[in-house]
């Protein structure tokens, strides 16, 4: 079945320490993305990916990275630059047509401790 | 800039009563509208679009219809169930050159007592 993978489900991290949230998708998709969820502050872009080996910064992207080397895959490494990073993480993907919906992975929660 | 506004909630329903979850857009362009629905501890999965003005989506009972005038694509449903009770967000989707932009409106939590 196709479909958008995201792992692990929960994540536990010490301070300082840098974590990556993986994210793969079988959908042929072009695009992907990465939101940050918080309680009462709905979707916050990270970053995205319209193509392999290219990816642009969103609303949020200050002590995050990524990655797109590969077309079903799109890691986001957290890193101890973000000063806040306790939260509910989303990976998405979709075409790149107007018109197409959006897949979403069941999310990584991530808490550092 | 593109934006989307949803009414805040949480919107709290006995069963059966009939729902409405407002949602308007301002656009540049010609955007395409959904809605998605979030589950507790899960990622979103659509529930319904509209691709131009006029249409109307709807799936498991919920409609929503795309208001070019009015830039509205409020959410409706005839009869709520307990099982209905989750996070519905509203979003646009528009071409920007050779991306695509997706904009997603805060959410409204929906609460169904039985």
């Known amino acids: 079945d196709g479909g958008i993978t995201q792992s692990p489900k929960y994540l536990f991290r010490k301070e300082g320490q840098n974590v990556t949230l993986s994210c793969e998708q079988n959908?042929?998709?072009?695009?992907m993305y990465w939101y940050r969820q918080d309680p009462g502050q709905g979707l916050r872009l990270i970053y995205y990916?319209?193509?392999?080996?290219?990816?642009q910064k969103g609303d949020i992207a200050e002590g995050y990275s990524v990655s797109r080397e590969k077309k079903e895959s799109f890691p986001l490494t957290v890193t101890s630059a973000q000063k806040n990073p306790t939260a509910f993480y989303l990976c998405?993907?979709?075409?790149?047509?107007?018109?197409?919906?959006?897949?979403f992975g069941q999310g990584t929660r991530l808490t550092v401790v | 800039g593109d934006s989307v506004t949803q009414m805040e909630g949480p919107v709290t329903l006995s069963e059966e009563a009939f729902l409405t979850i407002n949602c308007t857009y301002t656009?540049?362009?010609?955007?395409?509208l959904f809605w998605y629905v979030q589950y507790p501890g899960e990622g979103l999965q659509l529930l319904l679009k509209?691709?131009?003005a006029d249409d109307k989506g709807s799936n498991k009972g919920f409609e929503a219809t795309y208001r070019k005038e009015t830039t509205s694509f409020h959410l409706e449903k005839g009869s709520v169930q307990v099982s209905d009770s989750a996070v519905y967000f509203c979003?646009?989707?528009?071409?920007?050159?050779?991306?695509?932009?997706?904009?997603w409106g805060l959410g409204t939590s929906l609460a169904v007592n039985p």
């Open positions: 656009a540049t362009g010609y955007p395409s």
């Open positions: 979003a646009l989707s528009e071409r920007a050159g050779n991306n695509r932009k997706l904009i």
């Open positions: 509209a691709t131009k």
């Open positions: 959908l042929n998709h072009d695009a």
């Open positions: 998405a993907s979709s075409y790149r047509g107007r018109d197409t919906e959006a897949f």
């Open positions: 990916s319209q193509i392999v080996n290219d990816f």
